[in-house]
């Protein structure tokens, strides 16, 4: 029988993705059925076939055979008159059978049946995507670039599933163009006006430590846990780690020999640094591990306020900090403590070199302190504030602010 259009389209709808084929063939069947309640009022005394290779469709109707004049309900009932001409061997109490053509019903009806059909399988398309989607939340997944816009970027998985990744979610340095493949963590799945949107990451712990998972079996196995990390994306990175097999070493596990399994990783962060710490839950030597590659002196904890005051030589003090204060503050996040640094007691009459104060002072104003021989913090507070002026090209009030940095170092 011809279909009109309404099954010629069959073979798109099967293969429409993450939708099993009896499901569409369930689809098809209730729309049919649709159509035969608003045409003949009811479809409890019909039979609808679907081919699922095809998507042939039959359909048939059975009404009981009544006497002339007896008939209440002509789409459960039919006269024996009436039924006569259509087949001479009926008699009363038989069931007459006869098939449906989809022509039947008209055009418009089909029509409006396929507009039916198509948003439908659209509909079940997008909860299995939602579903499947949500489900693997925390999961790495690996698609293509699409588009690129200035505010996100459009990646398209393996199934042609579309994925967002907002520019806030991307790593400072990453640069994408349509066709480059990209690795990223799923982050969260909503549905926004019966869409699904997937929102992926490359800047949140959970990419890091599914990159880690990848790259060391012993995480991925369970001997190795990672208790904690803390990033700035691009920037820096801290992972604390944890065995439980004596024998291994969590941290040259996690390093690799020679680096060979951290530099994967570091060239996926667009060379964030990662720094790989044992895990332990003695807060002093986890404070001391976590302000790594520092070395420090001594350190008193309030655990009450959860502060401690860590001291260290001088030449010290700028790797405990890090460059834009990135050690200090990443060291804090993974311990849980918030961390002064303070040069050790006892150093009040060394000088200090005016680069140690790097993070506070632009490196343009350093450099004009230098260029008239002021290359450590008391050569630069010998000088007065007048003769500061006179010397550099450095305004009063910029002056003003350094001496009052390099008095507080001294304090």
């Given at each position: 029988?011809?279909?009109?259009?309404?099954?010629?389209?069959?073979?798109?709808?099967?293969?429409f993705?993450?939708?099993?084929?009896?499901?569409?063939?369930?689809?098809?069947?209730?729309?049919?059925?649709?159509m035969?309640?608003?045409?003949?009022?009811?479809?409890e005394?019909?039979?609808?076939?679907?081919?699922?290779?095809?998507?042939?469709?039959?359909?048939?109707?059975?009404?009981?055979?009544?006497?002339?004049?007896?008939?209440?309900?002509d789409?459960?009932?039919?006269?024996?008159?009436?039924?006569?001409?259509l087949?001479?061997?009926m008699?009363v109490?038989?069931d007459?059978?006869?098939?449906?053509?989809?022509?039947?019903?008209?055009?418009?009806?089909?029509?409006?049946?396929?507009?039916?059909?198509?948003?439908?399988?659209?509909?079940?398309?997008?909860?299995?995507?939602f579903?499947?989607?949500?489900?693997?939340?925390?999961?790495?997944?690996?698609?293509?670039?699409?588009?690129?816009?200035?505010?996100?970027?459009?990646?398209?998985?393996?199934?042609?599933?579309e994925?967002?990744?907002?520019?806030?979610?991307?790593?400072?340095?990453?640069?994408?163009?349509?066709?480059?493949?990209?690795?990223?963590?799923?982050?969260?799945?909503?549905?926004?006006?019966?869409?699904?949107?997937?929102i992926?990451?490359?800047?949140?712990?959970?990419?890091?430590?599914?990159?880690?998972?990848?790259?060391?079996?012993?995480?991925?196995?369970?001997?190795?846990?990672?208790?904690?990390?803390?990033?700035?994306?691009?920037?820096?990175a801290?992972?604390?780690?944890?065995?439980?097999?004596?024998?291994i070493d969590?941290?040259?596990?996690?390093?690799g020999?020679?680096?060979?399994?951290?530099?994967?990783?570091?060239?996926?962060?667009?060379?964030?640094?990662?720094?790989?710490?044992?895990?332990?839950n003695?807060?002093?030597?986890?404070?001391?591990?976590?302000?790594?590659?520092?070395?420090?002196?001594?350190?008193?904890?309030?655990?009450?306020?959860?502060?401690?005051?860590?001291?260290?030589?001088?030449?010290?003090?700028?790797l405990?900090?890090?460059?834009?204060?990135?050690?200090?503050?990443?060291?804090?996040?993974l311990?849980?403590?918030?961390i002064?640094?303070?040069?050790?007691?006892?150093?009040?009459?060394?000088?200090?070199?005016?680069?140690?104060?790097?993070?506070?002072?632009?490196?343009?104003?350093?450099?004009?302190?230098?260029?008239?021989?002021?290359?450590?913090?008391k050569?630069?507070?010998?000088?007065?504030?007048?003769?500061?002026?006179?010397?550099?090209?450095?305004?009063?009030?910029?002056?003003?602010?350094?001496?009052?940095?390099?008095?507080s170092?001294?304090?």
């Open positions: 029988m011809s279909n009109i259009n309404l099954i010629d389209s069959f073979q798109e709808f099967k293969e993705k993450n939708i099993d084929r009896p499901t569409v063939i369930s689809v098809l069947e209730e729309v049919f059925r649709s035969l309640r608003k045409k003949y009022g009811t479809d005394n019909c039979d609808v076939i679907v081919n699922p290779d095809n998507g042939d469709l039959e359909i048939w109707r059975t009404r009981k055979v009544m006497e002339d004049g007896f008939s209440e309900d789409d459960l009932e039919i006269e024996l008159a009436e039924v006569k001409l087949d001479a061997d008699e109490g038989d007459y059978i006869e098939q449906i053509t989809l022509e039947s019903f008209g055009r418009r009806a089909i029509l409006a049946a396929r507009q039916t059909l198509v948003s439908k399988v659209l509909e079940l398309e997008k909860d299995e995507i579903k499947k989607y949500k489900d693997r939340v925390g999961e790495i997944v690996t698609g293509e670039v699409y588009q690129v816009w200035k505010k996100e970027t459009l990646v398209l998985d393996d199934e042609g599933n994925l967002m990744m907002p520019k806030t979610e991307q790593i400072p340095a990453d640069y994408f163009k349509k066709g480059d493949t990209v690795r990223a963590v799923i982050l969260k799945v909503d549905m926004v006006n019966a869409t699904p949107k997937i992926i990451s490359r800047i949140a712990p959970e990419f890091l430590q599914r990159l880690f998972e990848i790259e060391v079996p012993e995480i991925f196995d369970g001997l190795i846990t990672i208790k904690k990390i803390v990033r700035e994306p691009g920037e820096r801290k992972v604390a780690v944890e065995s439980y097999d004596d024998r969590p941290v040259g596990a996690c390093v020999m020679k680096g060979s399994r951290i530099h994967g990783i570091v060239r996926e962060l667009k060379n964030e640094n990662i720094d790989v710490i044992n895990f332990t003695n807060i002093s030597l986890y404070i001391t591990r976590a302000l790594s590659p520092a070395k420090i002196t001594s350190i008193k904890l309030d655990d009450e306020t959860k502060h401690a005051s860590v001291y260290l030589k001088p030449d010290q003090v700028s405990a900090i890090g460059r834009g204060g990135h050690n200090i503050k990443l060291a804090g996040k311990t849980g403590y918030e002064d640094v303070y040069r050790e007691a006892g150093e009040e009459d060394e000088d200090v070199d005016i680069e140690e104060f790097s993070d506070e002072i632009d490196s343009w104003i350093i450099d004009e302190l230098k260029a008239i021989g002021c290359d450590t913090a050569s630069v507070l010998a000088l007065s504030i007048d003769e500061l002026v006179k010397r550099t090209d450095l305004e009063e009030e910029t002056i003003k602010e350094v001496m009052s940095i390099l008095k170092e001294f304090e």
